[in-house]
């Protein structure tokens, strides 16, 4: 069980990355799912998911309208399409599966709280 990262990596300000999350022993679409980052000398912070129940979305105000989370069931796999990236965007991104619950329903998802799993994460560093 387990969920892999992919397609981070350097860009100028700007620029877009796509990020991938690849989900193994278990169906995303069983999890309300979310990406995270964590900058250095600072907390991890919620900055999009993905409600299992409705697939309503939910993003931090930073990031609104710059980034967009999307599922593919059938691929098992959750993606993070970020544009306009931003030097203070920089930061390991996590992608993490979330038990549905009322603890992570709607914007509530982006507190982290009852995580299945995380991803180990990748980096994404974007230069001025």
């Known amino acids: 069980v387990q969920l892999v990262e992919s397609g981070g990596g350097l860009v100028q300000a700007g620029g877009s990355l796509r990020l991938s999350c690849l989900a193994s022993g278990f169906a995303v679409d069983d999890y309300t799912l979310g990406w995270f980052r964590q900058a250095p000398g600072k907390g991890r912070k919620g900055v999009a998911c993905?409600?299992?129940?409705?697939?309503?979305?939910h993003y931090e105000d930073s990031v609104l309208g710059r980034f967009t989370i999307s599922r593919d069931n059938a691929k098992n796999t959750v993606y993070l399409q970020m544009d306009n990236l931003k030097p203070e965007d920089s930061a390991t991104y996590y992608c993490?599966?979330?038990?549905?619950?009322?603890?992570?329903?709607?914007?509530?998802?982006?507190?982290?709280?009852?995580?299945?799993?995380w991803g180990k994460g990748i980096l994404v560093t974007v230069s001025e």
């Open positions: 993905i409600d299992q129940r409705d697939d309503g979305t």
């Open positions: 993490a599966a979330l038990h549905p619950s009322a603890a992570t329903a709607g914007q509530l998802c982006l507190e982290g709280y009852n995580i299945y799993r």
